[in-house]
């Protein structure tokens, strides 16, 4: 399996921005569709965006026009950006794929 680290996670006040990195151990993130997932406590975990290998991407309605995915290939990376963040938007999220293990999550916490 390989491994994936998020990153980029912290505390931001509403209406904020954050952008979320997850970089992958091996050279996966062309060939694979990539997801990203949040819980929030008490919450069952939730699929908040994806892309595929081919670039096309999906969002949470709640999500769609303030976050935008997106991969750099060549650092095996794929982001998360998130504008107009909103205090529900608080959760641990964690990004996978079909040939990753789930990684540790990062923290995003949006005070109102």
């Known amino acids: 399996q390989v491994q994936v680290v998020e990153s980029g996670g912290g505390l931001v006040q509403a209406g904020g921005s954050l952008r979320l990195s997850c970089a992958a151990s091996?050279?996966?993130?062309?060939?694979?569709?990539i997801e990203w997932y949040r819980q929030a406590p008490g919450k069952q975990r939730e699929e908040v965006a994806s892309?595929?290998?081919?670039?096309?991407?999906n969002y949470l309605d709640s999500v769609k026009g303030r976050f935008t995915v997106s991969r750099d290939n060549a650092k095996n990376t794929v982001y998360l950006q998130m504008n107009s963040l909103k205090p529900e938007d608080t959760a641990v999220y964690y990004c996978k794929s079909l040939v990753t293990n789930w990684g540790q999550g990062t923290q995003v916490t949006v005070s109102s």
């Open positions: 091996r050279s996966i993130v062309s060939a694979y569709t």
């Open positions: 892309i595929t290998s081919t670039g096309s991407t």
